[in-house]
């Protein structure tokens, strides 16, 4: 099962997914997408890092997340956003082989027996990117997105912290 948490920034997803994976399991695993890029962004990794016990199982995976010993787990994968830099920065930018990478590992995790909180960033309500680089970014990660949601038996829109319910298992 799928469940995807998506928002803008600081609007809560990940402590939202956080406290449904505590709720789901008492031994969730966490799966860390980012790769460390600079100072600032190691202060924001060891801020969650930190913000998380001893129950937790992390892995930190960049972009074959399928692979990892997840079967029959409660899952928080955080976040789409990073795990699409890297498919970015590995195939130079190419938006297709991007994306076509991916939705592998997608439906590789949707096969998987288990729970998966997907997390990810709502990046076209805001600003227009400034860059031709920008741009395709944010295609890129509006098309991820709705792949993603299509697949998921569940849907949240994370707002002020506060959790709007978009698509729902029946």
Not at 47 to 72: F, I, K, M, V
Not at 84 to 98: A, C, G, I, R, V
Not at 118 to 144: C, P, Y
Request: proline share 3%; charged share 25%; glycine share 6%.
């Amino acid at each position: 099962m799928i469940t995807f948490i998506t928002g803008g920034i600081r609007s809560g997803k990940s402590r939202f997914a956080q406290e449904m994976a505590l709720r789901l399991s008492q031994a969730p695993v966490y799966i860390a997408t980012a790769r460390v890029w600079d100072e600032d962004f190691r202060q924001r990794v060891k801020r969650h890092q930190d913000e998380r016990g001893p129950e937790w199982t992390n892995y930190e995976a960049y972009t074959d997340l399928s692979q990892l010993p997840l079967q029959n787990k409660v899952v928080l994968i955080d976040c789409v956003t990073l795990w699409l830099t890297n498919f970015f920065m590995d195939f130079q930018n190419d938006l297709e082989k991007s994306l076509a990478a991916f939705r592998k590992e997608i439906d590789n995790i949707s096969q998987l027996p288990g729970t998966f909180l997907i997390v990810s960033n709502e990046l076209g309500m805001g600003l227009h990117a400034d860059t031709e680089v920008g741009r395709k970014f944010t295609d890129l990660q509006g098309w991820a997105n709705q792949y993603v949601a299509a697949k998921a038996e569940e849907a949240i829109f994370m707002v002020s912290g506060l959790p709007l319910y978009i698509k729902r298992q029946d």
